[in-house]
């Protein structure tokens, strides 16, 4: 057994899109043995793949390091192989629709009862509970029944979703620590139980900011401002044009503002009252976005990015897919690495986790399972399942 903190642990995992597998995936470069059980056609996320493909990119970054078998529990023998496979496993994770398992039988009442160490780890939108709970949930949806797209974009535009999936990586993180909360207990009460994350819940803290923003304004709800604070009320705060592309810059203290100066070489400000504090630079808003704009539209990312990092004033260049792809600080960390994957003709970037455990053994990263290629490891060699019993089983539709 190696020392990577969830060695020991199996962990069957029926998770499908985001949420669901990017938790799993973290366990299993935790160490876990993650088991994906897929229907016999493989996971809906497989459909984004190219023409001919089966591995999405999505499903080879969520999916890497895990097992996969497939089994369809809407036959009897499919419950009744997923009750032997109940026994020997320490959690189940799941984000199927509220109830879907349930209907099937095998929710977790009925697999409590089968394994009472067993930890059962469901992932909704809205929650097993609730007048919502029926409701159908995709990122893009949940972003908006949060409140958070209301906040994106700018006060004479729509309400926009964010570029990224994240309420969907938020709720799988969120996952993962009911998840650990549960295999914690577990660990004390040898008794399992029933933990679930809802994602709209996961989202609402990173609501604060405008949440602050509503209250200080005498609970009159923020306009969406784009890329600067909740009200223009901090300044400078925004994305602001380079010579290149864009550089984000944000002040959070007035020595910034200080500091900004020597690194636009505008000294000659420092006694324009104008600009003497952030409320004074709210005012004055715009001459304030004046002044950093002039001095950013005539120096690339690079050079603006140096001169505040000279002066620590918090900025960042506002960077590609493929200028993060190829980041030699993350890639030096280990945290991205290029693999050589059977569904692509050239490498590939894939995410390695990013919980850092140290003194651990690296988990070396394998690549996302193909449809069912453990079924004989898993049925054959752990359940002890025979050649001919395997070849019943897929001929029946079961895997």
């Avoid at 895990?66 to 496979?85: A, C, P």
């Avoid at 990586?169 to 549960?182: D, E, K, Q, R, V």
């Avoid at 609402?204 to 909740?230: E, M, S």
């Amino acid at each position: 057994m190696s020392n990577t903190p969830l060695s020991g642990y199996t962990i069957l995992d029926f998770t499908q899109f985001y949420q669901g597998p990017y938790a799993t995936f973290m366990a299993a470069k935790a160490g876990a043995d993650v088991i994906k059980i897929e229907p016999p056609g493989g996971e809906s996320l497989r459909l984004m793949a190219p023409p001919g493909k089966e591995t999405s990119m999505p499903v080879a970054m969520l999916n890497a390091n895990k097992r996969g078998i497939t089994l369809n529990l809407k036959t009897d023998k499919g419950k009744d192989i997923l009750r032997r496979l109940v026994l020997k496993a320490d959690a189940l994770v799941e984000n199927y629709a509220p109830g879907v398992m349930d209907r099937l039988g095998v929710g977790f009442s009925v697999l409590h009862a089968i394994n009472p160490r067993m930890v059962y780890a469901s992932a909704t939108g809205f929650g097993l509970s609730g007048p919502d709970r029926n409701n159908l949930a995709m990122d893009f949806t949940v972003q908006a029944a949060s409140g958070v797209m209301s906040t994106t974009g700018y006060a004479d535009g729509p309400p926009l979703r964010t570029g990224a999936p994240y309420v969907d990586i938020l709720g799988g993180a969120h996952l993962y620590g009911a998840l650990m909360t549960g295999l914690l207990e577990q660990a004390r009460t040898g008794v399992g139980r029933l933990v679930e994350v809802a994602m709209v819940e996961a989202v609402y803290p990173c609501l604060a900011t405008v949440l602050d923003q509503y209250h200080r304004a005498g609970r009159k709800i923020p306009a969406r401002t784009g890329n600067a604070f909740a009200n223009h009320n901090r300044a400078p705060y925004n994305v602001y044009e380079a010579a290149d592309g864009h550089v984000a810059i944000i002040l959070v203290t007035e020595a910034q503002w200080k500091n900004l100066l020597r690194a636009m070489g505008r000294e000659d400000l420092n006694d324009d009252p104008r600009f003497a504090t952030n409320t004074a630079r709210v005012e004055n808003y715009e001459a304030t976005e004046a002044v950093v704009t002039a001095w950013t539209r005539a120096n690339t990312r690079a050079a603006i990015f140096a001169a505040t990092g000279r002066e620590k004033v918090p900025c960042a260049p506002v960077r590609d897919i493929e200028e993060v792809m190829n980041d030699p600080h993350m890639h030096g960390r280990g945290t991205l690495e290029w693999l050589d994957h059977y569904d692509y003709d050239y490498p590939v970037v894939l995410p390695n986790s990013a919980l850092r455990f140290h003194g651990a053994e690296k988990v070396p990263t394998t690549l996302s399972p193909h449809v069912g290629e453990h079924n004989q490891a898993i049925y054959g060699t752990w359940l002890g399942m025979s050649a001919s019993d395997l070849e019943s089983l897929k001929a029946e539709g079961v895997i």
